[in-house]
């Protein structure tokens, strides 16, 4: 019997236009997935792709000066971080400006890192705990990112301070994205192959003539940069440290004539290095320095072993307000009020 009109005319299409459709749908479900992939997995272009969702530049209403805290007049803290730079580094070369800190300030021996990732790491500086505890535990910028408990930022908006955090890379900006007491945010970025450390420095020094802050974190890029390019302890990035430190002298002077108020300093890192990177796992990495300076802080070696998570609680005493009890860290200086006028 032969079949009707209609099925004929149908039927020897359906072997080709079918398997086509089956094909093209694979290749999009490949496609979608290998994209998945590669904005999960840790590699350049994920970096890229989250970090073009990351503000280059946050802006927040600031604390009228009648609200701000009376006690925040004594201090201008400081926090700076020198992304990647070792204990083994520094030992090896020892540039004026920091040797001159060190000669004057509160020393420890080294601090213990928690992250051999810069954005973690500057986590768990911020909020006194390990990621597992903050949640916070991105290796690069993610529009949810977010602490479970209180950070230094948090602490701000608590107290009524004046507080900002200008950076060298961009990804940093999950660190306050969610922050109402981080008046201002700001990456500047490399105008070089060096890093953007002086381009960070001379900003914070602009925004401290402008809002008189109360803190200041200030995260400078180069020495990492450097290091994966040429190595730890290489020449060019024993050079790169040379030039920052310049830098860091001129903007220490400018920033003591800048405010009114006494200069609290604390230099540390995220992570150190060794070879062209910074896994953890070894001393290289997990070992940072940690030198405290300013008016009423006493001089000579910490005894203690000092940790990464002491860092907050240390600023939370120089700014003169509490600790949150979600902190795991301590204060590691007895910290007296600043005495004579800064100038
Ligand atoms: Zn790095």
Not at 90 to 112: C, K, Q, W, Y
Not at 161 to 172: H, I, W, Y
Not at 265 to 271: E, F, G, M, T
Request: charged letters at 20%; aromatic letters at 6%.
């Amino acid at each position: 019997m032969a079949p009707p009109d209609d099925l004929a005319a149908v039927a020897p299409a359906e072997p080709t236009a079918a398997p086509r459709a089956r094909r093209s749908r694979a290749w999009w479900i490949v496609g979608l997935v290998v994209f998945g992939l590669l904005i999960q997995l840790p590699n350049p272009f994920e970096e890229l792709f989250w970090g073009s969702f990351a503000p280059r530049r946050i802006d927040r209403p600031s604390i009228p000066d009648g609200e701000r805290r009376a006690a925040s007049a004594e201090r201008l803290v400081l926090l700076i971080s020198f992304d990647g730079l070792a204990k083994t580094v520094l030992e090896r070369h020892m540039p004026s400006t920091i040797a001159d800190l060190v000669r004057d300030g509160s020393v420890a021996a080294f601090a213990n890192d928690l992250s051999d990732s810069t954005l973690e790491s500057h986590g768990v500086t911020i909020s006194s705990q390990p990621a597992e505890e903050s949640g916070f535990s991105a290796h690069t910028y993610r529009p949810w990112s977010r602490f479970r408990g209180p950070t230094i930022f948090t602490v701000c908006a608590r107290e009524g301070l004046r507080c900002a955090l200008l950076v060298g890379k961009a990804k940093l900006a999950a660190l306050v994205a969610r922050e109402p007491g981080c008046e201002r945010f700001e990456y500047l970025r490399d105008p070089g192959r060096g890093g953007s450390g002086r381009q960070v420095l001379d900003a914070t020094l602009a925004y401290i003539r402008e809002r008189d802050p109360d803190f200041v974190m200030v995260h400078l890029p180069d020495i990492d940069v450097v290091g994966h390019r040429s190595g730890w302890g290489s020449d060019p990035q024993l050079e790169a440290l040379t030039v920052l430190d310049v830098a860091l002298r001129d903007f220490l002077v400018a920033a003591s004539m800048a405010t009114s108020r006494h200069l609290a300093i604390l230099i540390s890192a995220d992570h150190g290095g060794y070879g062209r990177s910074h896994r953890e796992g070894r001393p290289e990495v997990s070992q940072v320095p940690w030198i405290l300076w300013g008016d009423g802080i006493p001089h000579g070696l910490i005894a203690a072993e000092v940790s990464q998570l002491d860092t907050a609680p240390t600023v939370a005493a120089l700014l003169g307000v509490a600790t949150p009890r979600e902190w795991r860290g301590q204060n590691r200086v007895p910290v007296a009020p600043a005495t004579a006028p800064s100038r």
